[in-house]
């Protein structure tokens, strides 16, 4: 089993930059893809970022791609995200999720959740 806390989000003006990070409990954490979802009010949870469990494959969705990165740390048990040239519509709350799955972009492919942490960016 793994759990998660995700940590980093917070308030942000347009263009600004913020980096959350994911720590993971748990010796089995490097034998897990790990992705970043996000959801705003009223919408539904959709895929942001995977990264497979050695770090050599990472993929994104269209709206973030070329100004987010993931990347994670085996040693450490943690994965990042780092966000640039944040906009508006990136205001959502943040949740980092832990997969079997080779680069799963689907929620119902992922096993374990962090409880999310809330990025706000103003205009």
């Known amino acids: 089993q793994v759990q998660m806390v995700e940590s980093g989000g917070g308030l942000a003006q347009t263009g600004d930059s913020l980096r959350l990070s994911c720590a993971a409990s748990?010796?089995?954490?490097?034998?897990?893809?790990m992705g970043w979802f996000r959801q705003a009010p009223g919408k539904e949870r959709e895929f942001v970022a995977v990264?497979?469990?050695?770090?050599?494959?990472?993929y994104y969705a269209d709206s973030v791609k070329g100004r987010f990165t993931i990347s994670r740390d085996n040693a450490k048990n943690t994965v990042y995200l780092q966000m640039n040239s944040l906009k508006p519509e990136d205001t959502a709350v943040y949740y980092c999720?832990?997969?079997?799955?080779?680069?799963?972009?689907?929620?119902?492919?992922?096993?374990?959740w962090g409880q999310g942490t809330q990025v706000t960016v103003s205009s």
């Open positions: 748990g010796r089995t954490f490097s034998t897990y893809a």
């Open positions: 999720a832990a997969s079997r799955v080779w680069m799963p972009i689907k929620t119902t492919s992922y096993n374990y």
């Open positions: 990264i497979s469990w050695s770090g050599g494959n990472t």
